[in-house]
């Protein structure tokens, strides 16, 4: 939401503008309006204006006549300060009620505050920005004769009894000349009403800038490397924890296969130990060695072992059976044993 604050003297053409705002899409509120709900018949701000000013000033139908009461109030300060005591705090409740009746029915409105004594009642701090129109005081004069029929006298003493158009100047932010036709005037509203645009589109939530938007935006903004970290923080120790569970299992059976070796390794050890012990042992006689050869030894170790056994228990009666079966291999055999006989 923008409240513009709109104000000039006297037949400025603030009215003017306002409607030309209007036009251009904001909402206006008249305080001259509310000025004069301000003390309506019924109201707090009614009663207080009679008391201060008599019932002279009331009208037939029963309500100010407010030609009665600008003829008592202007040209003379001390009266109209009297009246504005009255009267201004009553028309700025007013005001701030319909800012908030808008607000509740318009999202981001641009709110237009025309009021001629804006800056003498100290409205400003309604507003974000103040506007003024200003006019050259001949200007002003000529206007009030033609609209109002007033006498060159009289516009002159509602001018001075206002603002001046210097002080108006100095305490607002934008400043409408109005020294032509109102197509002029057109054109330099136009024109500042442009630029507000501009300006309220480089404050509305972007990613780096705005009264109050950006701060959400900025913190939405730092919120999400962090949640980012968070979620990574989160994910790294998954595939550790993972990679824990994972390689447990692999372990174990790993170990318990060396384990299985080892225990396998073990018998075979004994086992292989068991024959190279004959090798270290002495041999006490052929027989005892022909019993051990079986158990360890290969077939080609048994074969040789073979006749060094059969060549000490050959007998006679066994030499005659073998003549007997095969007399090539008998025969050479007797002569084994002969010489055998022999050499003992």
């Known amino acids: 939401m923008t409240i513009i604050g709109l104000t000039g003297g006297i037949a400025a053409g603030k009215s003017t503008a306002a409607e030309m705002l209007r036009g251009f899409g904001a909402i206006v509120i008249d305080a001259d309006r509310l000025g004069h709900r301000s003390y309506e018949p019924g109201t707090p701000g009614f009663q207080k204006v009679v008391n201060a000013f008599g019932h002279d000033i009331v009208a037939k139908d029963g309500t ?16 109209l300060e009297r009246l504005n005591a009255i009267v201004w705090p009553e028309i700025r409740a007013l005001i701030k009620d319909e800012i908030k009746q808008i607000r509740s029915q318009e999202a981001d409105p641009i709110i237009v505050l025309e009021a001629a004594v804006l800056l003498e009642a100290k409205w400003q701090d309604l507003c974000d920005e103040v506007w003024v129109v200003v006019t050259p005081v001949k200007t002003a004069v000529e206007r009030l004769r033609e609209r109002n029929g007033l006498t060159s006298e009289a516009a002159m003493a509602r001018i001075n009894a206002q603002m001046s158009n210097k002080e108006r100047a100095e305490l607002s932010d934008v400043r409408i000349e109005n020294a032509a ?30 009264k109050t938007g950006s701060v959400k935006a900025s913190a939405s903004a730092r919120s999400a ?23 447990k299992p692999v372990a174990k059976p790993a170990a318990k296969v060396a384990s299985a070796a080892k225990a396998a390794a073990k018998p075979a050890t004994k086992t292989a130990a068991k024959p190279a012990a004959p090798k270290k042992a002495p041999v006490r006689s ?21 006749p060094k056994a059969a060549a000490k228990p050959a007998t006679k009666t066994a030499a005659r059976a073998a003549t007997k079966a095969a007399p090539g291999k008998a025969a050479a055999k007797p002569a084994s044993r002969a010489a055998g006989a022999r050499s003992k």
């Open 225 to 247: 490397p962090k949640t980012t970290t968070k979620a990574a923080a989160a994910a790294k120790p998954a595939p550790r924890a993972a990679a824990k569970t994972a390689a």
């Open 286 to 306: 052929a027989t005892a060695a022909a019993k051990a050869a079986p158990k360890t030894t290969t077939k080609a170790a048994a074969a040789k072992a073979a």
């Open 181 to 210: 036709d109102e197509e002029a005037l057109r054109q330099r509203v136009e024109r500042a009403w442009k630029a507000l645009l501009t300006r309220r589109n480089a404050k509305k939530p972007t990613a780096k800038a705005t």
């Open 64 to 79: 100010i006549d407010r030609r009665v009461l600008g003829g008592k109030v202007f040209g003379a300060p001390g009266q």
